[in-house]
């Protein structure tokens, strides 16, 4: 564990039981999120890379406009 984590927790650790358990309740929510979101964007990285592909032939093919027409 680093030191920051450490001292975070160490702070934490003070709080009334209540408030320890929703920051603890938030962290692991957190923790959840982040590993849902990095599994989507494995799950999704040859259908970007395609998508992205598309887009730069779009782009050479001169079958795109300036954002800032769009606006």
């Known amino acids: ?3 920051l984590l450490e001292k ?10 209540l408030e320890q358990n929703i ?16 599994e989507a964007f ?10 992205a592909a598309e ?3 779009e782009f050479k093919n001169d079958n795109t406009e300036p954002l800032s027409d769009l606006l």
């Open 1 to 3: 564990m680093t030191e």
């Open 23 to 38: 920051f603890a309740n938030w962290i692991l929510a957190e923790l959840s999120s982040e590993q849902r979101w990095q």
């Open 8 to 17: 975070a927790f160490a702070k934490a650790a003070t709080l009334p039981a």
């Open 55 to 57: 887009a730069l032939a």
């Open 42 to 51: 494995a799950k999704s990285e040859d259908i970007l890379a395609d998508l």
